[in-house]
Structures are given as structure tokens and as C-alpha cells.
């Protein structure tokens, strides 16, 4: 993830959904979420769907891990929406 930035994802046997510990929250307050991560199979049309619907997000960025958009709540918690990588296309 870059210098001095770890990340751990954990999940059951079986399971598909999974919980990340990141080590790049520090000002994270007690009781706030940041970075829960949405998976999404076609995140162009979700956030232009959730953008008609009056959501407020980010642009979308491109990372090895993924396509992502960022967006906050009314608790100004942080949700990440991300399209996971997909196979290798020429």
C-alpha cells in the first residue's frame, strides 16, 4: 500500500464478505466508520445512478486494487464504492 501503510482483509471460510484493518486512519474519532468499502461490478453506472439520486462522490480513481469513488454520509462517516480489478484485457 505505499511506505509505512499496511493492510490485513479477513474473512470466513466460504464467506464474501470481508473486514480490511488499514493502519492510515489515525484521526479516525471513536465510533466513526471511515473507509467501509462497497463492492461494485460496474461502479461508472452506479455512481452516475447515485448522483441523479442527490449522493455527493468523488471522482472516480484508478488504483491496482481497483476502480473507486468516495463519498460521506449524513454522520460524516466515509464509504468507499470500488470496482474490484477485473482479468487482464489487451
Same mark, same amino acid.
Do not use: H
Given at each position: 500500500?505505499?511506505p509505512g501503510?499496511?493492510?490485513?482483509? =479477513?474473512?470466513?471460510?466460504? !464467506? $464474501?464478505?470481508?473486514i480490511?484493518?488499514v $493502519?492510515? &486512519? ?6 466513526g466508520?471511515? #473507509?467501509v468499502? =462497497?463492492?461494485? $461490478?460496474?461502479?461508472?453506472?452506479d455512481c452516475?445512478d =447515485?448522483?441523479?439520486r #442527490?449522493?455527493?462522490?468523488?471522482d472516480?480513481k484508478q488504483e491496482? /486494487? !481497483?476502480r473507486?469513488?468516495? &463519498?460521506?454520509?449524513q454522520d460524516?462517516?466515509? /464509504?468507499?464504492l470500488?470496482?474490484p480489478?477485473g482479468?487482464a484485457?489487451d
Amino acid at each position: 500500500m505505499g511506505p509505512g501503510q499496511k493492510w490485513i482483509q =479477513l474473512a470466513p471460510q466460504g !464467506g $464474501t464478505t470481508t473486514i480490511a484493518l488499514v $493502519t492510515w &486512519f489515525e484521526a479516525m474519532r471513536p465510533g466513526g466508520l471511515q #473507509g467501509v468499502m =462497497l463492492n461494485v $461490478t460496474d461502479i461508472d453506472e452506479d455512481c452516475a445512478d =447515485l448522483s441523479r439520486r #442527490g449522493l455527493v462522490l468523488s471522482d472516480i480513481k484508478q488504483e491496482p /486494487w !481497483g476502480r473507486y469513488a468516495t &463519498f460521506s454520509d449524513q454522520d460524516e462517516d466515509g /464509504w468507499i464504492l470500488r470496482q474490484p480489478p477485473g482479468p487482464a484485457t489487451d
